[in-house]
């Protein structure tokens, strides 16, 4: 990776990052930084390096970082900066919200998935016992700030990875925010786009006003912000499996194919509701009546465009996983052991009905998990 040297005045540059250290002109202050950048450091503020991976986002590291804090003697009016992506600010944020009951903290987000999601919220935590996010609190940084400059560093893989929370943001949104998002991402493909670009930032900037509003609304996820796990109940599970079998992959790129098998789930349950006497059945997309299977159901008229054109971008940026109907039983075992879940074995799911308009607190049952999951892994 080359990038410039990360200087105190080079961050001090950002105007927000210059207000927020403004205010606290007499407060202690460290940072907690990907270890990614360590090369180029050159800032004067004790800095603790972690190694940004799933295997190193774990109490061990966190009793290192408590420590850490301890011998840097911070107290409870300091600041704590986190520099870096999700893991980073997962990690950071939890140190913050933890140490001496909790002190002040600013993220400055280095990778797109933690600037349009990760770094906003106020969700902490790290994993523990082979779950991902077991254990973590809700705290509230005083700032988030986004400088896109980061992002001309940032490989491929972890674009897109922020990508495909940011194309969830916009499907909770509007047909018209997915439709942009969309389009900015083919003309990325096309290498037509700098990360500085002005329609790219807008798009982040335009994702982050959805979150925001929605966390906003709901800080401490007791109904709307549950929006916001589109995806992530089989998208979590697909994560939980790679890391299992030796295979981790990408947060959003198990996001995104959650996200395509969701968005069929949403099709077979949430619609099924508007037109039982006919007992429709979905096939490739499509719902039919199940007597004529030759018949388009026309009394619950299904909104499957977003479900076609994110199996569309699936396949052409992220590609398919290597799961075969063996591997089902696993995969459902571990969305019982999802979070999220109300009651013991009941799988809780965000479906949607069409852009704009998401369904929380869903179920489905085994048999329309694996439909799902069929749809998924032949698309
Ligand atoms: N708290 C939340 O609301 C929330 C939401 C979504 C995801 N998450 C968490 O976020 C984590 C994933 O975050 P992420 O995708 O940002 O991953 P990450 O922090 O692991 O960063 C991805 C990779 O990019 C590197 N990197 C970071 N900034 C870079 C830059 N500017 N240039 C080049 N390389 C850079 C990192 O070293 C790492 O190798 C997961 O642990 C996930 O659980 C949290
Ligand atoms: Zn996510």
């Not at 925010?177 to 990360?195: D, F, N, P, T």
């Not at 709901?218 to 030796?246: C, F, S, V, Y």
């Amino acid at each position: 990776m080359t990038m410039d040297p990360v200087t105190e005045q080079w961050l001090r540059q950002i105007p927000e990052v210059e207000k927020v250290l403004q205010r606290y002109a007499d407060a202690q202050v460290v940072v907690v930084a990907d270890r990614c950048f360590q090369p180029q450091w050159d800032v004067a503020y004790p800095t603790f390096f972690i190694e940004a991976d799933e295997q190193h986002k774990t109490l061990t590291t966190m009793e290192q970082l408590w420590s850490w804090l301890s011998e840097q003697h911070v107290t409870r009016h300091a600041l704590l900066i986190n520099i870096g992506g999700g893991i980073i600010s997962d990690m950071g944020g939890f140190a913050a919200a933890t140490y001496r009951r909790g002190i002040d903290y600013m993220n400055i987000p280095t990778t797109l998935l933690a600037m349009v999601d990760a770094a906003h919220g106020g969700k902490t935590g790290i994993n523990f016992g082979g779950m991902k996010n077991q254990i973590g609190v809700i705290r509230q940084p005083v700032a988030t700030v986004i400088d896109t400059r980061w992002l001309e560093t940032l490989p491929t893989r972890a674009f897109l990875s922020g990508y495909a929370e940011l194309l969830k943001t916009m499907l909770l949104d509007s047909r018209e925010s997915v439709m942009q998002a969309v389009a900015v991402l083919e003309e990325w493909s096309e290498g037509k786009l700098r990360m500085t670009n002005d329609e790219l930032q807008r798009t982040i900037h335009r994702a982050i006003d959805i979150k925001e509003r929605i966390v906003h609304a709901d800080p401490d996820e007791k109904g709307l912000r549950k929006q916001l796990n589109l995806g992530h109940t089989i998208g979590h599970a697909l994560e939980e499996a790679g890391i299992q079998r030796g295979m981790p992959i990408e947060h959003g790129y198990a996001v995104m194919q959650g996200m395509v098998a969701e968005l069929y789930l949403s099709q077979i349950i949430l619609r099924t509701k508007e037109c039982t006497k006919d007992k429709c059945t979905m096939y490739k997309g499509q719902m039919y009546d199940v007597q004529r299977t030759n018949v388009r159901c026309t009394k619950g008229t299904r909104d499957t465009e977003m479900l076609r054109l994110m199996s569309r971008i699936l396949i052409e940026y992220y590609g398919k996983m290597n799961y075969s109907c063996k591997d089902y039983g696993k995969l459902i075992t571990l969305m019982q052991d999802d979070k999220k879940n109300l009651a013991p074995g009941e799988i809780n799911f965000t479906l949607l009905l069409h852009a704009g308009d998401a369904r929380i607190n869903q179920t489905a049952t085994d048999e329309q998990i694996r439909e799902a999951l069929d749809y998924l892994f032949n698309i």
